[in-house]
């Protein structure tokens, strides 16, 4: 079972920028598809993105151009960075780690979450 906690959610203003962070545990760390979806009050969560084990990405259109996805294998690491953040960016944001093929991506687990918020 693979273990997943998110850091670096906090508030931001509009058209600032933001670093989430994944670590894992539990698992080989560099076989590992890994993902980040993010939940707004009263919508469904929704998929923002995901990396696959050999560092080949995938984003949603409306993230593509300001969210950039990465891991660091030496720190069990996966990283979302966020720029131009807009109000509609507020959400609570979870990694987590499943099945990736092209754009598909399958969550078997995830994280606790943690919460962003863009004020405009």
């Known amino acids: 079972q693979v273990q997943l906690v998110e850091s670096g959610g906090g508030l931001v203003q509009f058209g600032g920028s933001l670093r989430l962070s994944c670590l894992a545990s539990?698992?080989?760390?560099?076989?590992?598809?890994l993902g980040w979806y993010r939940q707004a009050p009263g919508k469904q969560r929704e998929w923002i993105g995901h990396?696959?084990?050999?560092?080949?990405?995938a984003y949603l259109g409306s993230v593509k151009g300001r969210f950039t996805i990465s891991r660091d294998n030496a720190k069990n690491t996966m990283y979302l960075d966020m720029n131009s953040l807009q109000p509609e960016d507020t959400a609570v944001y979870y990694c987590?780690?499943?099945?990736?093929?092209?754009?598909?991506?399958?969550?078997?687990?995830w994280g606790q979450g943690t919460q962003v918020t863009v004020s405009s």
């Open positions: 987590s780690q499943g099945f990736s093929k092209g754009r598909l991506f399958r969550p078997d687990s």
């Open positions: 539990g698992s080989s760390f560099e076989n590992l598809a």
């Open positions: 990396i696959g084990w050999g560092g080949d990405t």
